[in-house]
């Protein structure tokens, strides 16, 4: 899943950065509200960590124009600001979640991972065929047996779970799973894509569909 920071508090951007990556989200940054107005309009994003005092506007608004583009896109507010009326305006205004600093990382990500079960019906267990992501865990396994995949390879698999059956291009892939670094001219979803069939030991359980990309097929 790929993720947008909104956040001018540098060092804590750092390391929002490092551990949401460790936990298999790519992760985009935008240091003021402009930059975030400018990001939410080219990008496609699962979920936006909003501060809500920034350089150049305010959190509140830039959560007004992502619940105005009717994208569905995820918001969990994160700010120092703990009283009650910014709390309850955080989530009148279209809001998901209000976490106040300082906070616990594992609290963080146990909330991003709650917001992210509401496409998959709240479970944060994932199953196609004998195919199973503990999403809570990053575990995977294959008929009982525990595969051991890098980041991408977790994310690339975890997205066409949540899509058995339907093709999902490159394209798709590289906007949701790879971050705004990625270079779209590269075959880096093809490798990896490849690395996850040779881990999986199954032909055929991820076809390529010409010209068009990939689908994860659905148990007979």
Known sequence: MRLLV???EEDLVDALRVGLA???????VALDAP???EKLQVNTYDLVLLDLNLPGGDGF????EIRAAGKGVRVIMVTARDRLDDRVRGLDEGADDYLVKPFAFPELLARVRALLRRDTGGTSVLEVGQLRIDTARMEVSLGG???AL???EYGVLHYLMTRPGHVVSSEELLEHVWDEHADPFTNTVRVTVGNLRRKLQEDGL??????RGY????PA
């Open 145 to 147: 047996r525990a595969l």
């Open 150 to 152: 890098t980041p991408k």
């Open 206 to 211: 991820i076809e390529t569909i010409i010209s």
């Open 61 to 64: 608004q830039v959560c007004r």
């Open 35 to 37: 930059v975030a107005h």
């Open 6 to 8: 909104v956040e001018d």
């Open 215 to 218: 689908r994860l097929k659905e």
């Open 22 to 28: 460790r936990a298999g989200y790519a992760v985009d």
